[in-house]
């Protein structure tokens, strides 16, 4: 409940004095009136907006054909971007320095699953079928190495969405100018109300699990299908008949965290979870250091983090040491820098200097205190 999120902070700051107030806000109405907030109104600091977070994940996947995840560090400058190889990628069965040495662009692979389980690659890991990659690249780079992996997908171009609630026409409204987009809302006002806040998207009237709606529709033609109402069934149900009936990609927006397995080994290539992305958001507030974000991964299980390195030689067990000195806890991998504006994607031999953005993956997240006091700056560090 927004409302009552908000007087929590409240009484958070006016009656216990709590430095830092979060608050998950549903409502987008509240946002156009920023005047509410501030220590003499709403005392609220940071504000989560699961339809915003999910509409940004959404985006991406649509820009991304054939990705499972992509994740943005660094504003946007790094991506994190999660993959399955496919039988007829010219890379699938070799290995990872020979996939190196072919592309001529930067990437690191910071780990892969295999069988649901993680394994941390090096130059000999070779690359097989079935496996779920996580990579991290510069924007420019993300399809030259997808391609290596697999056949790409041509680009999206038709989507539809399943429900017309906050996420439904938030992802509408992002999407309608570069896309052709369809939005079927069950409720006949509701879809009328829809239809006047959008301009270009083609708003429906029925159910998203209707048969008839979906072949008169023209379902076999989408690219996409994202179910994004607020009923879980409907949601799993309305992607299994659009599967059927050929659409390439589908994805449904899960609430409850039981249906996930279920999801994935299903005919639904995507799960989309509120939850999930709400808590990468308040993870970076919760982590020790300087951690600028997180993003929390295969169901809570693995963190993938953006932190600044702090100090001195003298007062920082990573400052001025190369990568393969620096003795990282077990499953975890370091993929990349941000210096100066600049993305490294990492080499062994690189140096971490104070100020670095150094972007990690660790597929047990029990060890990311071991990495908070790995970038620990020792007492005699003021800066």
Do not use: W
């Not at 929590?8 to 907030?37: D, N």
């Not at 998203?208 to 023209?218: H, Q, T």
């Amino acid at each position: 409940n927004d409302e009552v999120n908000m007087v929590a902070c409240q009484a958070a700051y006016s009656v216990f004095g709590l430095p830092t107030k979060i608050a998950r806000i549903r409502s987008s109405e509240y946002f156009k009136f920023p005047e509410l907030f501030g220590r003499e109104h709403l005392p609220v600091d940071v504000f989560i907006s699961p339809e915003q977070l999910v509409t940004k994940y959404v985006e991406h996947l649509v820009e991304h054909p054939g990705a499972l995840q992509v994740l943005d560090f660094a504003n946007g400058r790094v991506k994190l971007v999660a993959i399955k190889p496919f039988f007829g990628g010219p890379m699938v069965g070799k290995t990872i320095s020979a996939l190196g040495n072919e592309l001529s662009v930067e990437f690191r692979i910071v780990a892969i699953y295999r069988s649901n389980h993680a394994i941390i690659p090096d130059g000999d890991t070779v690359i097989e079928v079935g496996d779920e990659i996580f990579f991290l690249a510069a924007e420019k780079s993300i399809c030259k190495v997808m391609g290596a992996l697999r056949r790409l997908d041509q680009p999206h171009r038709r989507i539809m969405i399943a429900g017309g609630g906050d996420i439904g026409v938030s992802l509408a409204r992002a999407l309608e100018l570069r896309f052709d987009v369809k939005i079927i809302e069950r409720n006949v006002e509701r879809a009328e109300e829809i239809a006047t806040e959008l301009h270009q998207a083609t708003v429906l009237s029925g159910n998203i699990a209707d048969r008839e709606l979906l072949f008169n529709e023209n379902v076999e033609s989408i690219d996409m299908f994202c179910a994004v109402t607020s009923d879980d069934e409907a949601n799993i149900m309305s992607c299994m008949l659009a599967k059927r009936f050929g659409v390439k990609t589908v994805m449904a927006l899960i609430q409850q965290t039981i249906y996930v397995d279920l999801v994935e080994s299903s005919t639904i290539d995507i799960a989309i979870s509120p939850q999930q992305a709400t808590v990468s958001s308040i993870l970076r507030y919760v982590r020790r250091g300087d951690i600028v974000n997180v993003h929390s991964l295969r169901r809570g299980a693995a963190e993938a983090i953006e932190i600044v390195a702090h100090g001195d030689e003298g007062t920082s067990r990573i400052i001025g040491r190369k990568l393969k000195n620096i003795k990282l806890p077990i499953g975890t991998a370091i993929g990349a820098l941000i210096r100066d504006d600049k993305v490294l994607i990492a080499n062994s031999d690189f140096t971490i200097e104070s100020g670095d953005h150094v972007i990690l993956f660790l597929v047990n997240k029990k060890k990311i205190r071991d990495i908070e006091k790995l970038f620990q700056v020792s007492l005699g560090f003021f800066g």
